[in-house]
């Protein structure tokens, strides 16, 4: 092997002398020979015996005694690197692990960059540079972060980046999801773009332009799925200008599809009470009406409508009891007309099949109470062996038909009836899809109830 002539390179030596005075590392020059066999040392650093507790001697003696410190893997790897950087006359950087005399595991920066004598051997000039403070550091960094990303993400957020100068957008796996990507996608500017709906699109780029100056934006906004599925996203934002006026986008997104789905039902919720509020003051208002004009006493008044009330009430609580779900027409019909006596009805078995809707039974309740007590008043339940018979009758689909029949009391005649099934009992039927048609048969009043059913 030959070795380095006197005048040889003067600049690396000087920076041998500037690397050690200020730290930058410990400066080498090796020696191999052309068929790579044989290495040495032509000169090691003074701090070598600090860097890798190897004696400067000892590592001028044999080159082994540094490169055994490597584990094999960090070896094969060097080589590898060493190669590769010989085959293009390139210099080569590689990390690699070191364990020491005593034990103690560092990692290094290794540079090295080859030069060819006229012989064919070859000298590296390089650099070694302990970086363990500075990789453990990184390492925290990378495992704190990792567990920022765990604990947000666990929230629902996903995390995302974007560097316009760069055209870089950076998205955690969370936030591909909630736009229904996967993992491994590839997103810019231009696929998230793509990826909100496009009636939204223009929202969004507002809201940004808005606060692109330095600021904080907040934007809920649709997807545009690739699976189809329609979400809701809140994006809260932030740019970030650098001295040099460029800007770097941050922020977080997170699902909100459920929120948004309750607002809309809440929305069609208050719609629906101020709809049944004001029908129910219409209904109310008719039978306030029609029971003052046919009162012709305070107290005839009072208890006539004190009666119809307490009949819708009785409706409503039995559609309370069952929180607003459909009712069996049965139980209704049984819950109304038990102060009339329910051994004078004969209910159909049936009915305890179909069910109605809330508004619709406390508006039958209404009914059925107003054509018990005219059957009271002037027809069937007025003698001893009147009686009522109510019964399912043939119906189009997705409607009910019930009809009232009455049996055994006097003869009836239309002047006596005459105003049954008026305003009041419309009113409270119509606005729900019912109708009262009356019959005023001798032998006894009919009446035909139809109204849409529950299900």
Known sequence: MTDLPDNHDLTARAFDEVAEAIGLGMPFRLLVSPDGRSRRFLHVGASCEALNGVPVAEALQDARKLYDLMPPEHRRAFAAAEAAALGCQAPFRIEVQMRRPDGETRWFRIASHPRRLADGSTVWDGLQTDITETRRLAEEVADQRRRLQMAVEATGLGLWEWDPRAAQVI?????????????DAHVDINRYMALIHPDDVAKVQEVYRAAEGGGDFRVEHRTNRPDGEARWILTHGRVLKEEDGAQV??????????????????????????????????????????????????????????????????????????????VSLGAVMRQVLTPFGLARFEIAPALDGVTVAGQMAASLGLLLHEMATNAVKYGALSGRRGRVRITEAAAPAGRVVVHWCETGGPPVTPRVRAGFGSRVLQVSLAP???????????AGFEARVEFPTAG
């Not at 729900?432 to 001798?442: D, F, I, L, S």
Request: a positive charge; proline letters at 3%.
């Open 171 to 183: 998205w955690s796996e969370r936030n591909k999801a909630l736009f229904g990507l996967p993992a």
């Open 249 to 326: 986008v941050v922020g977080t997104s997170v699902d909100i599809t459920e929120r948004k789905q309750a607002e809309d039902r809440r929305s069609l919720l208050l719609g629906e009470l101020a709809h049944r509020a004001k029908n129910g003051l219409t209904v109310m208002m008719s039978i306030v009406g029609q029971t003052a004009r046919a009162s012709e006493t305070v107290a005839d008044f009072e208890a006539v409508l004190m009666a119809r009330l307490e009949a819708m009430a009785r409706s409503q609580d039995l559609v309370t009891e069952t929180r607003g779900a459909p």
């Open 432 to 442: 729900h899809g019912g109708k009262v048609t009356a019959a005023y048969r001798p």
